[in-house]
């Protein structure tokens, strides 16, 4: 069974910076695309930013040139380097990794609070 373990977040200032991390346990796995959701109260949940395999990122337009996504494809972790945070920025974020095993599954962290105070 893969779990998905996150670490980081927490609350700072505007401006400041947080970096997350996400690994998934388990050995031997084909991961597709490695990526970050946020959701907001009240919000639906949103991509900030992904990253595939091969390296190719997509980011959404509110956090380019801010945030950076990278991954450890030997450690099968995937980490989110957030700068210039905005209170906007504030939401719960989840670490989400598309694995193929038998078939292409999603996995989903248990989401970790970002607070960014005014």
């Known amino acids: 069974q893969v779990q998905l373990v996150e670490s980081g977040g927490g609350l700072v200032q505007t401006g400041g910076s947080l970096r997350l991390s996400c690994a998934a346990t388990g050995t031997g796995l084909t991961i597709i695309r490695m990526g970050w959701y946020r959701q907001a109260p009240g919000k639906q949940r949103e991509l900030v930013a992904a990253?595939?395999?091969?390296?190719?990122?997509n980011y959404a337009d509110s956090v380019k040139g801010r945030f950076t996504i990278s991954r450890d494809n030997a450690k099968n972790t995937v980490s989110l380097q957030m700068n210039s945070l905005k209170p906007e920025d504030t939401a719960v974020y989840l670490c989400?990794?598309?694995?193929?095993?038998?078939?292409?599954?999603?996995?989903w962290g248990q989401g970790t609070q970002v607070t960014v105070s005014s």
């Open positions: 989400n990794m598309r694995i193929f095993t038998l078939a292409t599954t999603d996995y």
């Open positions: 990253i595939t395999s091969g390296g190719t990122t």
